[in-house]
């Protein structure tokens, strides 16, 4: 079983749509990313949170920890959102990650 | 703004060839990872740097793997001979704080091994 899970796999929005991507773990962390992952492969961390609520322009990452459970939202989605979302718990004493499969998001104009 | 960079983006090499993936993290940094992502799977972890020495690794980071920081301000990732699935993104990363730090990666170096 994967300690990070994440849904939908895909995703496919049009322009201008609400976008929520969940994520779901298994074991203990002390804190939680949510990462973008362009097309040509590079990683942009876009939150890092262990409790509540971050809002960073269009996009929103919430977190409960008592559920493990982790959502991103987009806001009014555009085409240049299109990317592979992927939540990463911290979990260990060394700060490293555990990376769940991504979300695959399409936004069509 | 500050950022991690790695080289070379993009490595072919033959099976059983030496390979050394170079990173420069973000210079006031003390914790450095290099992660791995072989093709349609997901992001792995490969191994964690403090202080000068290895503070975690994986079971993927076996012998044919080694880390290095020569001259404090890169960091290597060496695999002495090199195998078909060994072909992968390598992203190194760092932060400034163990767990508490923002982290930040690089561009990823390709690696194409035939």
């Known amino acids: 079983k994967n300690e990070v899970e994440q849904s939908p796999q895909n995703l496919t929005a049009q322009e201008g749509e609400f976008i929520t991507i969940n994520c779901s773990y298994s074991v203990g962390i002390s804190a939680l990313h949510w990462l973008q992952q362009h097309p040509g492969g590079g990683i942009v961390s876009l939150f890092m949170?262990?409790?509540g609520k971050k809002k960073h322009g269009r996009l929103i990452a919430t977190i409960n920890i008592q559920e493990k459970h982790s959502s991103l939202h987009i806001t009014a989605s555009h085409p240049r959102d299109s990317a592979v979302y992927i939540c990463?718990?911290?979990?260990?004493?060394?700060?490293?990650?555990?990376f769940g499969k991504g979300t695959k998001l399409s936004v069509k104009p | 703004e500050p950022e991690v960079t790695q080289t070379p983006s993009h490595q072919v090499t033959q099976m059983g060839q030496e390979v050394i993936l170079r990173c420069v993290p973000i210079s006031n940094h003390l914790y450095f990872y290099w992660y791995r992502q072989i093709l349609g799977q997901k992001v792995e972890f490969l191994v964690s740097f403090y202080n000068n020495e290895i503070s975690e690794k994986s079971e993927i980071f076996d012998d044919q793997f080694s880390v290095e920081r020569p001259d404090g301000s890169n960091f290597t990732l060496k695999i002495r001979s090199t195998k078909l699935e060994d072909s992968a993104m390598y992203f190194c990363?760092?932060?400034?704080?163990?767990?508490?730090?923002?982290?930040?990666f690089g561009e990823g170096s390709r690696l194409t091994v035939l």
């Open positions: 990363a760092s932060r400034e704080q163990r767990s508490t730090g923002e982290l930040f």
């Open positions: 990463a718990v911290i979990s260990g004493s060394q700060g490293n990650l555990i």
């Open positions: 949170l262990s409790s």
